[in-house]
């Protein structure tokens, strides 16, 4: 008999009760196929607890978009009830194996699963799926099953067979075509993205295969000044591998790590070469920004800079998309400190450090133990200053040397399934299953990298292991910081190269450089550097469609009752408005399931949101799987303070 808590704490594995038979290897195939026709019989049927009962007692079905119009992550308690009320309304059908064949899977010696991929299709278009089958009570059934949107009937992505034919004999050059095409000059786009990083990119490029007429714009000079502007020795923390863009993925020999700079070159060719139009210093007026209820569309005004002239474009636009970056708004300073405005060094915010070089033979103090904040101290270090971090709450630490690959490798790497189906599979688990998988590979992180934790609690350093032993996916998922892939910066807490203090700021000395810790402890300083984050996206939504909608939109970030992100590609709380951030892995799916939201609801075919909250309404309460991420804190109760 299988075993488990009410709220399940570990994946399901062989000691408590999940243990296949021997010899299931030759069965897989016809295990999957049973499994599959049982969930296409209880969809054609409208039969939800035969659906139900395909899933272990304590299961997850994950849809994003394809039943329920949303991201959910559904409990087994609460799956008859969801498949009751969207079966008859999705109509699924035709469910075939996918490309990839059933594979008996053992991610931990103690846990086995068959994986099944399968694609089927609904009233509104195609979708594929992926199931995680366990072995309970002599029962192959799914621990997770995922299904996915993955089209519209009728309006096929522009890719592959479906690609553009191209012309032959046009009046006008190539150059030409697309300077008309980038100005607008007698229509208005149909969907206006704010923000001209990856985010804003990628669903442009989504949307313009679904063709969908769209505009990005930004408030930087060039395409990829966010990347391009900051710290010099700023270098992405993720490997090529997990950050290919969509449709246009980095060459085979591109380096593992991307230099900022590079990436953002690399953007400028993105937007050439996938012909997204891009107007660059370019922001939204937002006194003349305001929602027609009747028309159903977004009146704006663009304020350009053009040749050295302010031009203003009035437009309607049926969709807004916010991308401007996961931490949004203005650099997040603490309130001033006694003495900060006499205080005889600098003080600037992390956004705003150039290079290191400038501080040679000085001292420096970075506030913040985070990525930003060893960014930062690595550049004054190696550039000769003296520096000393600021520690203000534990910090988890992962070298990329050892740590990160063995994080990544078995999804993203040289010898791993394509990219798009490494996505869909990292999709397949719920956050809380996510978590499960961190909790036990974190300890043998922690062996991998035992030489460089030593290292840090002798310096000084407090290093932990994140919520409730997760490592950094929690804390990723809830507030967006908190840790730090080791490029060196730790390296060189532990040779005493940069230098680790415990605390916060007290004051700041009136007329001197000296600095007074909450201790007592007092020690001068030539520069001041916060990394701590940005205000978040209340000042963004008031600096593009005006203060009134501050107020109205849904939160943004962190997880849901169910362990959904909040917000991100689903109903934002303003009309025809989403928001999209996220990492560059993260950007290829969310940007085309975005596309296809915004795609469908034009068409009309969307219908309404089967939410958590709408399945509260129906009469049934969910049972929320909603965990504290951050919680425990290994002895650490206090808040996380260290995001950047």
Same mark, same amino acid.
């Given at each position: ?25 030759h069965?897989?195939h ?8 049982q ?9 939800a ?6 899933f272990v007692?304590n ?13 959910r992550?559904?409990?087994t ?25 059933p ?9 086995? %699963?068959? !994986?099944?991929?399968? /694609?089927?299709?609904?009233?509104? =278009?195609?979708?594929? #799926?992926? @199931?995680?089958? +366990? ?40 150059d ?7 100005? %607008?000059? !007698?229509k208005?786009? /149909?969907?206006?993205?704010?923000? =001209?990083?990856?985010? #804003?990119? @990628?669903?442009? +490029? ?73 107007w ?6 937002p ?60 003080v ?17 103090l970075?506030?913040?133990a ?18 000393t ?15 990160m ?12 399934p ?33 030489e460089?934790l030593?290292?840090?609690e ?15 996916l ?28 415990q ?5 700041f ?56 992100i ?9 009309p ?31 219908g ?10 129906s ?7 909603k ?18």
């Amino acid at each position: 008999m299988a075993t488990y808590l009410n709220l399940p704490n570990d994946l399901p594995c062989h000691k408590q009760g999940f243990q296949p038979d021997a010899g299931v290897e030759h069965q897989v195939h016809s295990i999957a196929q049973h499994w599959l026709t049982q969930f296409e019989i209880a969809a054609t049927t409208n039969n939800a607890d035969l659906f139900a009962g395909l899933f272990v007692k304590n299961g997850f079905w994950r849809d994003i978009i394809a039943f329920t119009n949303d991201y959910r992550s559904i409990r087994t308690s609460n799956i008859s009830e969801a498949a009751k009320a969207r079966f008859p309304v999705v109509k699924a059908r035709n469910f075939v194996f996918a490309e990839t064949e059933p594979a008996l899977s053992q991610p931990f010696d103690d846990v086995s %699963f068959i !994986d099944l991929f399968f /694609e089927f299709e609904t009233e509104l =278009g195609p979708c594929s #799926g992926i @199931a995680h089958l +366990s072995y309970e009570d002599k029962e192959w059934k799914a621990f997770t099953c995922f299904t996915l949107l993955e089209g519209i009937h009728g309006f096929p992505q522009k890719v592959g067979a479906h690609r553009p034919r191209g012309s032959h004999n046009d009046k006008l050059s190539y150059d030409e075509k697309r300077a008309m095409e980038n100005e %607008f000059r !007698d229509k208005d786009p /149909e969907v206006l993205i704010i923000g =001209g990083g990856h985010n #804003g990119l @990628a669903a442009a +490029s989504q949307l313009n295969t679904l063709g969908v007429q769209t505009l990005v714009i930004d408030r930087q000079k060039r395409v990829g000044d966010n990347w391009r502007t900051r710290y010099k020795s700023l270098s992405l923390h993720d490997p090529v591998y997990a950050n290919h863009l969509p449709f246009f993925p980095f060459p085979s020999n591109w380096p593992i790590f991307t230099p900022a700079g590079k990436l953002a070159n690399f953007m400028e060719a993105y937007v050439d070469v996938l012909e997204i139009n891009s107007w660059c210093e370019a922001t939204l007026d937002p006194k003349q920004t305001r929602f027609d209820e009747k028309e159903n569309k977004w009146n704006v005004t663009i304020v350009r800079q053009l040749r050295g002239q302010e031009v203003r474009r009035q437009m309607k636009v049926s969709h807004l998309v916010l991308a401007t970056g996961l931490g949004g708004g203005k650099p997040k300073m603490p309130a001033s400190f006694p003495g900060q405005e006499e205080f005889g060094g600098k003080v600037v915010h992390s956004s705003r450090h150039g290079s290191g070089a400038d501080w040679k033979g000085k001292k420096a103090l970075v506030v913040g133990a985070c990525t930003s904040g060893h960014d930062i101290s690595v550049d004054f270090a190696q550039n000769g200053a003296n520096v000393t971090m600021l520690q203000r709450s534990p910090t988890f630490v992962m070298s990329v040397s050892k740590g990160m690959e063995m994080m990544v490798s078995g999804l993203y790497g040289e010898n791993t399934p394509p990219t798009d189906l490494a996505d869909r599979i990292a999709e397949s688990n719920p956050k809380l299953v996510a978590k499960m998988y961190h909790q036990r590979i974190i300890p043998k992180l922690a062996q991998v990298d035992g030489e460089l934790l030593s290292g840090l609690e002798k310096a000084g350093f407090k290093a932990w292991s994140g919520p409730e032993g997760s490592g950094f996916l929690m804390m990723a998922l809830e507030k967006a910081g908190g840790y730090y892939f080791s490029t060196g910066g730790s390296e060189m807490i532990c040779k005493g190269d940069i230098k680790v203090r415990q605390g916060e700021i007290a004051s700041f000395g009136k007329g001197t450089n000296e600095i007074t810790f909450k201790d007592g402890s007092k020690e001068a300083f030539d520069v001041v550097v916060f990394a701590t984050g940005y205000t978040g996206f209340p000042d963004t939504i008031r600096e593009t469609i005006g203060g009134d909608w501050a107020e109205k939109f849904n939160p943004v970030w962190g997880l849901d009752e169910e362990g959904e992100i909040r917000g991100v590609c689903r109903e934002s709380g303003i009309p025809n408005f989403f928001f999209l951030v996220g990492n560059l892995s993260a950007c290829r799916l969310s940007s085309k399931i975005l596309a296809l939201q915004i795609k469908a609801q034009q068409l009309g075919k969307f219908g309404d949101r089967y939410t958590y909250d709408a399945q509260k309404k129906s009469g049934h309460l969910p049972d929320k799987t909603k965990f504290e991420a951050i919680k425990g804190m290994n002895g650490h109760p206090e808040v996380v303070k260290d995001y950047e």
